[in-house]
């Protein structure tokens, strides 16, 4: 489930330009925020399929996907210390919005002791990405509380698609360190879950 890497720049924006419009948002500048969402849409896009990619089964566009994050990301107080931190910042609303999509899901399959009986393979698939996404988001959150660092140099890599060099900016740490953290929550994942994430 490996990501394809974020393009490193913007036919239509550096990724100075991006910085400074991330820096006019922060400071309450609206139309700053309506051009940093103009000119990293398509990236945004995307990340959005991207992280749809083996979610197929659940009902929720990548489009559906990007709206919702956008709206979280609109009721947040905005902290971008550069381009990087943004999309990394949206990969996180994104993974939030596909575990809330996938328990209500499941919430709703149970019923209030309802018995449901199906025989639609889409509804089985649908419920089966479910609970593997539920399990991943455990298993991230379990992994934060004994090695914090080394979740979020996960996530960068497989959720937000960045690139070593963006995650050890982004983190505040050197290349070889990610690449070391990389290997420990590689092995730590698949011990938990039984299987590679990749």
């Known amino acids: 489930m490996a990501l394809s890497h974020l393009p490193t720049s913007s036919a239509a924006l550096t990724q100075s330009s991006l910085t400074q419009l991330l820096g006019q948002w922060q400071q309450g ?17 995307r990340m959005a399929k991207s992280r749809m990619y083996g979610n197929e ?21 905005p ?6 931190h943004f999309f990394a910042t949206m990969s996180l609303h994104m993974r939030t919005v596909l575990v809330d999509h996938a328990r209500a899901r499941s919430a ?5 002791g309802a ?7 889409a509804t089985n698939a649908e419920e089966s990405m479910a609970t593997e996404l539920i399990a991943l988001d ?13 979740s ?32 420990f929550t590689r ?9 590679d994430l990749i």
Do not use: C
């Open 29 to 45: 500048d609206g139309l700053a925020f309506e051009k940093v969402m103009q000119e990293t849409f398509r990236d945004l896009q």
């Open 79 to 84: 902290d971008y210390k550069n381009r990087a």
């Open 115 to 121: 018995v449901h009986v199906t025989l639609s393979h």
């Open 108 to 112: 709703d399959k149970r019923g209030a």
């Open 187 to 195: 092995a730590w994942l698949a011990e938990t879950l039984g299987h």
């Open 152 to 183: 979020q140099v996960l996530h960068l890599t497989y959720f937000a698609g960045l690139s070593r060099e963006e995650i050890a900016e982004v983190v505040g740490i050197s290349v070889p360190t990610v690449d070391r953290e990389l290997r």
């Open 138 to 150: 455990q298993a991230l959150t379990a992994l934060e509380k004994i090695d914090a660092r080394g």
């Open 57 to 77: 089964d659940l009902t929720l566009s990548p489009a559906d996907l990007l709206n919702e994050a956008v709206i979280r990301v609109m009721e947040s107080q």
